[in-house]
């Protein structure tokens, strides 16, 4: 199955309450062949209505961070671990991770990534159950034969200015830990 055939079964999906309540479904956006691919929490408001992942606020930010290692959007791939907005952008609630869980496991075998960033907690705990951003953030991790690196996300340096920095140095390190993902095979880089 291509990517494009998955996003439009994904774009009926129907297993969890949000699809009362969205007006798009958000798949994600960007390079079918990507080596990096940056996975969010969940479509807000400005992502609902256009049906595309990070316009907002956050997406801004991701756009400057790309912009600071010779990125573009088209580089790289974007999604979310649930693909539907939350009303009144709270939280994922679990049993909707959960649903949603089977469709981003399947565009990251369909597209392969050699990293995949993890921004923001949630999308680490969905990852990389027991870990702390405040702690894990910009080491690189090996699990179950994937490559991930948990990042802050884009939004919390918006309500705390000081996060900015390490979301900064951590992106700064994204070109190297690739490089050295190349270099080594995808079993062997240096962790931590
Ligand atoms: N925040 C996210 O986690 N994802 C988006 O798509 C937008 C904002």
Same mark, same amino acid.
């Given at each position: 199955m291509t990517l494009k055939e998955l996003n439009e079964k994904i774009s009926q999906c129907? /297993?969890?309450?949000l699809c009362k309540t969205r007006t798009n479904v958000v798949c994600g956006s960007g390079n079918n062949q990507a080596e990096i691919m940056f996975v969010g929490e969940a479509p807000g408001k400005k992502e609902d209505e256009a049906g595309l992942p990070f316009i907002g606020s956050a997406g801004k930010i991701l756009d400057e961070m790309l912009e600071s290692i010779k990125? /573009?959007?088209?580089?790289v791939y974007i999604a979310n671990i649930v693909k539907c907005r939350p009303p009144e952008n709270r939280d994922p609630k679990p049993e909707e991770v959960i649903m949603c869980r089977d469709w981003l496991n399947r565009q990251i075998e369909i597209i392969k990534p050699k990293l995949i960033v993890l921004l923001g907690r949630h999308s680490m705990d969905r990852f990389l159950p027991g870990q702390k951003i405040s702690i894990d953030h910009g080491k690189p991790k090996r699990y179950n034969g994937k490559i991930y690196y948990p990042v802050y996300h884009p939004a919390a340096t918006l309500y705390r200015r000081s996060l900015l920095k390490d979301l900064q140095n951590d992106f700064q390190r994204i070109p190297t830990i690739i490089e050295e993902i190349k270099k080594a095979g995808k079993d062997e880089i240096t962790e931590g």
């Amino acid at each position: 199955m291509t990517l494009k055939e998955l996003n439009e079964k994904i774009s009926q999906c129907q /297993k969890c309450e949000l699809c009362k309540t969205r007006t798009n479904v958000v798949c994600g956006s960007g390079n079918n062949q990507a080596e990096i691919m940056f996975v969010g929490e969940a479509p807000g408001k400005k992502e609902d209505e256009a049906g595309l992942p990070f316009i907002g606020s956050a997406g801004k930010i991701l756009d400057e961070m790309l912009e600071s290692i010779k990125l /573009k959007r088209e580089d790289v791939y974007i999604a979310n671990i649930v693909k539907c907005r939350p009303p009144e952008n709270r939280d994922p609630k679990p049993e909707e991770v959960i649903m949603c869980r089977d469709w981003l496991n399947r565009q990251i075998e369909i597209i392969k990534p050699k990293l995949i960033v993890l921004l923001g907690r949630h999308s680490m705990d969905r990852f990389l159950p027991g870990q702390k951003i405040s702690i894990d953030h910009g080491k690189p991790k090996r699990y179950n034969g994937k490559i991930y690196y948990p990042v802050y996300h884009p939004a919390a340096t918006l309500y705390r200015r000081s996060l900015l920095k390490d979301l900064q140095n951590d992106f700064q390190r994204i070109p190297t830990i690739i490089e050295e993902i190349k270099k080594a095979g995808k079993d062997e880089i240096t962790e931590g």
